[in-house]
């Protein structure tokens, strides 16, 4: 047997490495719903990027659970496999699925960033300044400072999370709530990080925390030098409030998509300007981090929010998205009116793809419908040599395809390729997947068929899992928004 070679084990289980969006996911971050959810009020809900106020024991139990079993059973097989019956016993009340409980599964493949938070704060110095720059943007009082530096670091990250003092009595600020939404926390482009720059205030602190996890810890310390923080234009704070918009750089993870070692996909949205687009391609095409940069402006709207709400890869040949913004909802969305008027009255006359190459400044490419640049970067990126399949949203089939959008459908991650994770409520979506030869399948049934052995991870292909979904989706986000992927492999 080789020997055990400690300084090769830590650069596995610290890889940062992400190229494709497809192939076998190794390692990824996430955040289990907290106690902050269970406090979004009727008022806060929109403010605070919820459509509902939630419930909070229903998510986590009969949902949220199922999609840590099932990141667990295909990427750290050995904390679950066999032990299901007794990690749900009600005996053991959960404590496996409570980040800073003794029996917490601390898996370092699915990674939860509570726990990163927790390892952090034992350094002085970063719990110092960390609980200062929160402070100072919660705007609370000294003593309150004060008190929560006297914490010991599980119960003071589980509070700069949840708002709320761990006796669970007192709010002492709001809940990040979209904290589960991982997605939009940072972005691996390659072996770099690129920092998120949220649009919205509820989203501020997130982005605080993971800075200094991504800066600071250990975890990290291997990509800190390759970490991407983008600023705002130069002189931004001297413009007037209304002429701000387009120097300002706000980006978000959900608008970022490494379709191919080579090629990044980016979309100008309601969250991630055109401003921080252009950033963005400068500072990858500076660093050479990719060739290709493909620029999709979807209508700024709170249904799409980012590009990943209306479409995501399934395979290096299959695609689910949103029929309304395909080519035929756009050609059939156009057909009655003159061209220049559609430009007018149409929303989505605002979708324009267009897409840069590092060594031809100047020159850019435009694809008209999104179809056409799917289609390249399966064909021309990813080698697919045969027809590349369009799993349309609702089976393209009025009214369902806005409908099961608005509740993620085309919003799933993918462990491995053709194998992905999407809600069970899009029930025309999955008949879309089951016409073009996928299996469907419940997230309980496949664990069932998991413990029982009939099944290995191994040997799923070509299926949607569906995950309960009735609390999750009044969240806004599905399970690629879940899930901020480390270290993806390429599809073999
Ligand atoms: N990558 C995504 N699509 N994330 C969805 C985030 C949902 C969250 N409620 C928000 O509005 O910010």
């Not at 699915?110 to 943007?137: G, H, M, N, P, Y």
């Not at 006297?150 to 709530?177: E, H, N, Q, V």
């Not at 980006?251 to 950033?279: C, K, W």
Request: with cysteine.
């Amino acid at each position: 047997m080789p020997a055990y070679d400690q300084e090769q084990e830590t650069a596995i289980c610290n890889k940062v490495m992400v190229s494709h969006e497809v192939g076998r996911l190794r390692r990824l971050l996430v955040h289990s719903p907290d106690s902050g959810l269970g406090k979004v009020t009727p008022s806060k809900a929109q403010d605070w990027l919820f459509e509902d106020i939630v419930h909070l024991d229903t998510m986590r139990r009969d949902e949220y659970d199922y999609f840590t079993k099932l990141l667990l059973y295909f990427l750290d097989p050995d904390r679950v496999a066999g032990k299901l019956a007794a990690i749900d016993d009600p005996i053991n009340r959960r404590n496996f699925y409570k980040p800073g409980h003794p029996q917490f599964h601390g898996s370092d493949r699915v990674v939860e960033i509570q726990q990163l938070l927790t390892e952090l704060l034992q350094d002085e110095v970063v719990r110092t300044k960390l609980v200062a720059s929160i402070c100072a943007v919660e705007n609370v009082s000294y003593s309150v400072q004060e008190a929560l530096l006297m914490m010991d670091a599980t119960l003071l990250g589980r509070t700069l999370i949840s708002g709320t003092t761990p006796d669970d009595k007192r709010m002492i600020f709001a809940p990040i709530p979209n904290l589960i939404f991982a997605r939009d926390v940072g972005i691996v482009i390659n072996d770099h990080i690129l920092l998120n720059k949220p649009a919205r205030q509820a989203r501020m602190r997130e982005a605080l925390i993971m800075k200094y996890i991504f800066f600071n810890h250990p975890y990290f310390e291997s990509c800190r030098r390759r970490v991407i923080e983008l600023a705002d234009s130069k002189h931004h704070f001297l413009h007037h409030d209304k002429d701000v918009d387009y120097k300002h750089v706000t980006l978000e993870g959900g608008d970022f998509m490494m379709v191919a070692p080579n090629h990044l996909v980016v979309g100008i949205s309601e969250r991630t300007t055109a401003y921080a687009v252009n950033q963005v391609i400068k500072a990858v095409f500076d660093r050479e981090l990719v060739d290709k940069v493909s620029v999709i402006r979807i209508p700024k709207k709170r249904d799409y929010m980012h590009i990943d709400t209306v479409f995501t890869q399934v395979r290096r040949d299959c695609w689910v998205l949103l029929g309304s913004l395909s080519k035929r909802g756009v050609e059939l969305e156009t057909r009655e009116f003159y061209r220049t008027l559609a430009e007018e009255a149409l929303p989505n006359h605002e979708l324009k793809i267009w897409q840069f190459e590092r060594e031809k400044e100047g020159k850019t490419k435009e694809f008209a419908y999104l179809e056409d640049l799917l289609t390249d970067i399966s064909q021309n990126d990813l080698g697919v040599e045969g027809e590349v399949a369009f799993v349309y949203s609702g089976n393209n089939e009025y009214p369902f395809g806005d409908r099961e959008q608005w509740t993620d459908s085309c919003n799933l991650l993918a462990l491995r390729e053709g194998v992905v994770v999407g809600y069970d409520r899009n029930d025309k979506t999955a008949e879309a997947f089951r016409n073009v030869g996928f299996d469907v399948i419940d997230a309980a049934e496949l664990l069932h068929h998991f413990e029982i052995g009939m099944l290995t991870p191994d040997a799923v292909t070509n299926t949607l899992i569906m995950l309960p979904s009735a609390e999750l989706s009044r969240a806004r986000g599905g399970s690629r928004c879940m899930s901020m992927p480390l270290w993806r492999e390429a599809p073999e």
